[in-house]
T-cell receptor, first 115, second 112 residues
Framework: GAVVSQHPSRVICKSGTSVKIECRSL??????MFWYRQFPKQSLMLMAT?????????EQGVEKDKFLINHASLTLSTLTVTSAHPEDSSFYIC???????????FGQGTRLTVV | DQQVKQNSPSLSVQEGRISILNCDYT??????FLWYKKYPAEGPTFLIS?????DKNEDGRFTVFLNKSAKHLSLHIVPSQPGDSAVYFC???????????FGKGTRLSVIA
């Protein structure tokens, strides 16, 4: 299957700082990328959908000024958690889909811990 | 309101036996269904999918069955192996470039 690389896999940051997570599609053009968040023992909750070159569409309850998403190219999307707080600690996962494809391929996930 | 439901949070099966994971959905617009396998602290890995025009899709030890009238699908793993122990997520998608909607997952434990 297609490869999606997410980096970093694990990050610890201080409260109030910002963290950037990268998601790259390595062998296909990702026209659409999705960002999910997973709490312990919970399902994957969609945070936002981004199409290359367009502004991201955020799900209800997700603060777009706090979770900045950039999808500037067909192979890279970034999620920046701004002014991180301990409650932002979670497992963040990106997913990418190529043009006309129904399948979505996932990155390895990023474990964010805010101390 | 959960559109994709996996009502069994966990399942334990003996090695060599069949594992059956179930999934129900409520949105009649869903026309493509996928199963993902997930290990702790990793992203989900695509396992198998089925389109709404089919009622069965098989890939090696994995078979997915779709019952559209009941809005129900199931994943069969046979024979089950200890390496199959993971959390399995059912996901559904509607036509067009819509995001996948996930169930809460079922933790499968295959006991040797």
């Amino acid at each position: 299957g297609a490869v999606v690389s997410q980096h970093p896999s694990r990050v610890i940051c201080k409260s109030g700082t910002s963290v950037k997570i990268e998601c790259r599609s390595l062998d296909f053009q990702a026209t659409t990328m999705f960002w999910y968040r997973q709490f312990p023992k919970q399902s994957l909750m969609l945070m936002a959908t981004s199409n290359e070159g367009s502004k991201a569409t955020y799900e209800q309850g997700v603060e777009k000024d706090k979770f900045l998403i950039n999808h500037a190219s067909l192979t890279l999307s970034t999620l920046t958690v701004t002014s991180a707080h301990p409650e932002d600690s979670s497992f963040y996962i990106c997913s990418a889909r190529g043009p006309g494809s129904t399948e979505a391929f996932f990155g390895q996930g990023t474990r964010l811990t805010v101390v | 309101d959960q559109q994709v439901k996996q009502n069994s949070p966990s399942l334990s099966v003996q090695e060599g036996r069949i594992s059956i994971l179930n999934c129900d959905y409520t949105n009649s617009m869903f026309d493509y269904f996928l199963w993902y396998k997930k290990y702790p602290a990793e992203g989900p890995t695509f396992l198998i999918s089925i389109s709404s025009i089919k009622d069965k899709n098989e890939d090696g030890r994995f078979t997915v069955f779709l019952n559209k009238s009941a809005k129900h699908l199931s994943l069969h793993i046979v024979p089950s192996q200890p390496g199959d122990s993971a959390v399995y997520f059912c996901a559904a998608s509607a036509r067009g470039n819509t995001p996948l909607v996930f169930g809460k997952g079922t933790r499968l434990s295959v006991i040797a």
